[in-house]
């Protein structure tokens, strides 16, 4: 029973070149989160995806960052032209359904171990 | 706007003694408020929630904590920490009604010694 899956752990790219970083949720979760820890700080939301669909990408940066959760395969979130100030961990978090749908009314986040981009 | 604020990011006990991690938010209406512990190069591991029923909650590993709304606090405690205890803690809040993305605090760094 595998849990949130991310890959790869460590990714270390030059400045200007695009990182593709990617998860596979939960068995039987259709909801995936991506978060951004930089160092010294708590995680920072970026965006939020169901199956083919954004649904809250408001912690996304405007440029070069984008993502995507196709209908098959797992959910990736490239970032174009990296600069040093992308380096951080990102985690993936995956949860069965919606905050407030129903049942306890707060679902939980999965986590993944993160991926840890560094840009030289 | 919801915000989540961790009083110390470093907290230093004894093996044996009482943890206690202070979290405190700031929302128009309760939030779902969680704890995560996170491993070096690990992600975060879910250690309790408060969904709006019990205002004590119990979770893994020992932990516990309560809910004080008059205080806008949801404090980490444990009676007796262990070295295994030794990690980064995570306080985050999430609204209801389609509010899926967790805020989270800072974080506090909790090292035990011998």
């Known amino acids: 029973n595998a849990g949130v899956m991310q890959n790869p752990r460590h990714l270390v790219r030059r400045r200007g070149q695009e990182a593709r970083l990617r998860c596979s949720p939960m068995?039987?979760?259709?909801?995936v989160y991506w978060y951004r820890q930089l160092p010294e700080e708590g995680l920072k939301f970026m965006v939020y995806?169901?199956?083919?669909?954004?649904?809250?990408e408001s912690g996304m940066p405007k440029e070069r960052f984008s993502a995507e959760f196709p209908k098959e395969g797992p959910s990736i979130l490239r970032i174009q032209q990296v600069v040093r100030g992308d380096s951080a961990a990102y985690f993936c978090?995956?949860?069965?359904?919606?905050f407030g749908t129903g049942g306890s009314g707060a679902n939980v986040l999965t986590f993944g171990a993160g991926s840890r981009l560094t840009v030289l | 706007a919801q915000s989540v604020t961790q009083l110390g990011s470093h907290v230093s006990v004894s093996e044996g003694a009482l943890v206690l991690l202070r979290c405190n938010y700031s929302?128009?209406?309760?939030?779902?408020l969680f704890w995560y512990v996170q491993y070096p190069n690990q992600g975060l591991q879910l250690l309790l929630k408060?969904?709006?029923?019990?205002?004590l909650v119990k979770g893994i590993n020992g932990f516990e904590a309560e809910f004080k709304k008059s205080e806008t606090s949801f404090h980490l405690t444990k009676p007796s920490a262990h070295m295994s205890d030794a990690a980064e803690y995570f306080c985050?809040?999430?609204?209801?009604?389609?509010?899926?993305?967790?805020?989270f605090g800072t974080g506090t760094q909790l090292k035990v010694e011998l």
């Open positions: 978090a995956s949860s069965p359904r919606n």
């Open positions: 068995k039987g979760h259709s909801h």
């Open positions: 995806l169901q199956k083919e669909n954004i649904i809250d």
């Open positions: 929302s128009s209406v309760p939030p779902y």
């Open positions: 408060y969904t709006s029923a019990a205002t």
């Open positions: 985050a809040a999430g609204l209801g009604g389609g509010g899926n993305k967790l805020t």
